[in-house]
Nanobody
Framework: QVQLVESGGGLVQDGGSLRLSCTTSRRSYAMGWFRQAPGKEREFVAAITWSGSNTYYADSVKGRFTISTVNAENTVYLQMNSLKPDDTAVYYC?????????????????????WGQGTQVTVSS
């Protein structure tokens, strides 16, 4: 079993920044970030291949969020800048068992097998 632990969530003002981290017990082929607000479906935020050579972002966060990895620490980061109230959600990191062979697969929660417990991000207006 792969164990994922997120941290870094909190309360921030509109326009502020937060940095989320996710530490995994095992290195994965790729890592993703998803978020879920009350009453809404879980949605894709960002993903990165194990090498860090490819990154993927939801249109809603492009230019504001940056995903990165530090392999020596088995850690994935999500730097979130220019936060908006609409970014308020529980953020989850996730890992697939194996590689994802098309870019479209990175957007799908059902392609990920392991999930963290989530960390709350609240952006006040």
């Amino acid at each position: 079993q792969v164990q994922l632990v997120e941290s870094g969530g909190g309360l921030v003002q509109d326009g502020g920044s937060l940095r989320l981290s996710c530490t995994t017990s095992r290195r994965s082929y790729a890592m993703g970030w998803f978020r879920q607000a009350p009453g809404k479906e879980r949605e894709f935020v960002a993903a990165i291949t194990w090498s860090g050579s490819n990154t993927y972002y939801a249109d809603s966060v492009k230019g504001r969020f940056t995903i990165s990895t530090v392999n020596a620490e088995n850690t994935v980061y999500l730097q979130m800048n220019s936060l908006k109230p609409d970014d308020t959600a529980v953020y989850y990191c996730a890992a697939p068992t194996g590689p994802l062979f098309t870019s479209a697969m990175y957007w799908r929660p059902d392609q990920y097998d392991y999930w963290g417990q989530g960390t709350q991000v609240t952006v006040s207006s």
